[in-house]
């Protein structure tokens, strides 16, 4: 007996509009952070949250539109220029654990995405 493929996190959680709502919800709690809002530009982080839910739906196996626009995503790299130390690290990732807890992603994508995020955000510590 054939078994179905297995579903990708991100057409589990239904694509797109689910990332793009997570990372709404993220940058809602990052844009009045007092550590975190001031690692980034001046203005409404519309480009901030446009990179990070291509990223994301690439990552979690949607379309390849954050690569073929950005290139390779060089997650470290990009964020060397800011001083990343624990408390930037736990602010950042109580934004994105409170966004994950407001949607409506199922207990496992939930336990897939927290744990993501918190490997991300230790990854990304550089000070």
Known sequence: MDEAPAQSLYERVGGE?????LVDRFY???????VLRPMYREGDLSEERRWLALFLVQYWGGPGTYSSQR?????RARHLPFG???AE???????MAAAVAASA???????ELLNYFSSAADFLINR
Do not use: C
């Open 89 to 95: 690290r736990d602010a950042w990732f109580g934004h």
């Open 84 to 86: 990343i130390g624990t």
């Open 17 to 21: 509009p689910f990332f793009v709502e």
């Open 28 to 34: 809602d709690g990052v844009a009045g952070d007092p």
């Open 71 to 75: 290139g390779h995503p060089r997650l």
């Open 105 to 111: 992603a199922d207990p496992d994508s939930t336990t």
